[in-house]
């Protein structure tokens, strides 16, 4: 029979918890976009536009009830948007815009999300900040 005695007990593995990040804002984590806007508003707003060509982004934000958010709710709206979390929507992230209201809502077709991208596309750097989405949203 083999015995521990005299011997360290074995050692357990605990793994730390992963380093916060600062710049991730916890709207990220714990918000949704029906924790913001209504799940009737992002209906309608999706209806409103489900043949192809039929988006206008001013006409979308006004029937879901973005555009009458404060600059900190449609703040953390632009960070659930952005799929990749990379600070930015980018032109292949708009396409899939409406789908991150619902998972069944259509594509934009290739106009719709070129037509967006410079209406909001302030410096033409070819992605959309938190700043130049706020201004968009709230003028």
């Given at each position: 029979m083999l015995s521990n005695y005299?011997?360290?007990?074995?050692q357990r593995l605990i793994r730390a918890p992963p380093p916060s990040d600062s710049a991730t804002p916890p709207s990220r984590i714990t918000m949704t976009l029906?924790?913001?806007?209504?799940?009737a508003d992002i209906a309608n707003a999706l209806k409103d536009c489900q043949a192809p060509d039929s988006f206008g982004q001013k006409k979308f934000?006004?029937?879901?009830?973005?555009?009458?958010?404060?600059?900190k709710e449609v703040t953390e709206?632009?960070?659930?948007?952005?799929n990749d979390q990379?600070?930015?929507i980018e032109e292949e992230e708009l396409k899939f815009f409406l789908q991150r209201f619902s998972p069944s809502a259509r594509v934009l077709t290739a106009a719709?999300?070129?037509?967006?991208?410079k209406a909001a596309d302030?410096?033409?750097?070819?992605?959309?900040?938190?700043?130049?989405?706020?201004?968009?949203?709230?003028?």
């Open positions: 005299g011997k360290d007990p074995p029906t924790s913001i806007l209504s799940a934000f006004q029937i879901c009830g973005l555009c009458k958010k404060t600059p709206v632009f960070h659930i948007l952005d990379s600070g930015f719709e999300t070129k037509a967006f991208l302030d410096d033409d750097d070819g992605k959309i900040g938190a700043e130049e989405f706020q201004a968009m949203v709230l003028s």
